[in-house]
């Protein structure tokens, strides 16, 4: 379908009428001049990337006499909270436990589909943040799915409250067996006790069914915004819910700016109250740890809270300081939340969001992530579930307002934690006002001794390998535990997603092109305590990982993937980390292959991003199969 300013693939949309309805459509095409502006600032993001490792640069605070790019507001007034922003509503002021995945499954039928959103709803959660970036995967039209049945809870279409019937009735059987009691009494009560809430996609992201009528990529985070919005805002606010997003991946207070803009667009342009649509955004990147204050301002009456989570910032403290030979992160399950520039980062969200804006208005602090699943030997259970009510403890008393869990399982795990203080939140905890001195910004680096070894090398590169094939294969949320533990029931897999994918490949590249020196000696590969990780050392775990994924059962990696997916997802870990300029995203290779399993195919366009981007910084991100996009039969059946 064609518009004056869009184009929307064919088959997409006459396959979704009621996702691309005529009100959708209008909004998107309201508000597609906007892309331009993200055009500049994901430029701006490569070049200040490159800058600094040219002049081998720390990044540093705003001036304090600045102005924030893209408003009107001074860097001191927003330090200072001189700004407006948003009042906490009811349905957010106590978000102890939020659930967080997509309302869909790859390739799924609607009412599959709508299973997802059926255990999200019913499990209790507080709100559950339906997550159209990390977590949702890409293949063929599955965040159109996503979309679709998001609509469908949302109004409480027959189609979704059949499917929660039967959900219910399974949830129950399972809370009988694991708690010894049922958790739900009245499904139809409990499926409108939970927030509902949408994370969209990065500014980094084209959208694969909507291109600009000129051919270039369209901005996923315009379709997400502008789909969830138009699709839902009318029921949402007649049920007297707010509407709330997540916003991912901000690296700074202009990008903030530039979100706020495209919020403020949209409400004018759907006769919405300017601070309609709100959002809590989460700090993934570094260089947001530099802006808090001023993201915050920049957002104003759109800004409810932050959200603290340890994979994508682990990612991004490792690709900004990829030009630092003196910055080697070590083995990745010893950068806790407690960990040096970790514990900086979280200690500098508790402070900004405890400081009052004009009104004397304060923000929430979501905690991070929860990845266990409850699924394993007794023993294994027992201890995972200790380690992950001991993690929710911490941040309750760091003065977190409540915490995310992968799984609807961890719900009622989670939320007792919370239960027992009994606060809503812990809005205005007095913490010390945030400070933005040189010692501060060296604090945000901080490394702490913690061991590099052979054995996390393999783990990195084992998880890493199975990101890759279960992204192309439509799981951007799948379970995962490195290949050596598979059919060990006492160590459990873990609910990975893209972030985790990103890091794995981060702290590969950063060992190998570092040298990063091994802290222990390994019999098995000859390494003693200070070798370095070598690329013959590299390609010979490759090689040796991705064996075991080739001799894995199916339960572990699908068989038809291993002739398929998975050779793909061995090709772009190898270029990944050989790669002398190292790529921003793990995600863009992964994107540029969806659909296509074709491994000359799949090897041509790595190296065509490859060398896009070592030769000038360009970053291919828009679908190179758009004009052929198909769509299947989403009927319920």
Known sequence: ???????????????YPDVYTPEAVAALEALSPLDARRYELMAARIARRTERAQERRPIQFLAQESLIDGTSISVADARAGRFEGAQIPPDLRRQWIQGTGPATKPRASTASGLRNVAYAMLSGADGWMFDGEDAVGQVETMSLDNQRNLRLMIAEDPRFLDVAEQVADEMNAWARGFFGHETITDWREQIRVTTRIFRARGLHLDDRHIAHADGRGFSASIADLVLYVAGNQRALRQQGRSIVLYLPKIQTAAEAAYWNLLLETLEDHLGLERGTILCYVLVEQI?????????????????????????????????????????????????????????????????????PDANGNFALWQGGMEPNIPVGSAAGVEAAMQR????GEREQREGASGKWVAHWKMVHIMRPVWERVG?????????????????????????????????????????????????????QAAALKPADFFGDDDVLYLMEDAATGEIRLSVLWEWLHKSGRFTADDPETGVSAGDPLTEELFLRLLREEYGKLLEASDQDVHEDSKSTTLPLARAIVEAYVLAPVKPPWYIDLLNINLDNTDLAVGEARIREYLDAFGRDGTRITRNLDFDTTTTRDRSLR
Request: hydrophobic fraction near 40%; charged fraction near 20%; aromatic fraction near 10%.
């Open 1 to 15: 379908m064609d518009g004056h300013l869009i184009k929307i693939a064919g088959a997409a949309h006459a396959g």
């Open 388 to 391: 992950a009510v001991a993690g």
């Open 423 to 475: 606060q809503d939140n812990q809005l205005g905890r007095e913490f010390p006002r945030l400070t933005h001195s040189l010692q501060d910004a060296d604090a945000l680096i901080l490394l702490e001794d913690a061991p590099r070894t052979v054995r996390g090398a393999r783990d990195l590169l084992s998880v890493g390998l199975q990101y890759g094939n279960a992204f192309g294969r439509g799981y």
């Open 287 to 355: 260089e947001a740890c530099f802006q808090l204050m001023e993201i915050r301002a920049a957002l104003g009456r759109h800004f409810v809270g932050f959200n603290t989570g340890r994979w994508d910032y682990i990612n991004s403290v490792s690709d900004a300081y990829a030009w630092d030979p003196g910055f080697i992160n070590p083995n990745i399950d010893a950068v806790t939340m407690t960990y040096g520039y970790m514990r900086v980062y979280e200690d500098r969200v508790r402070r900004a969001v405890n400081t």
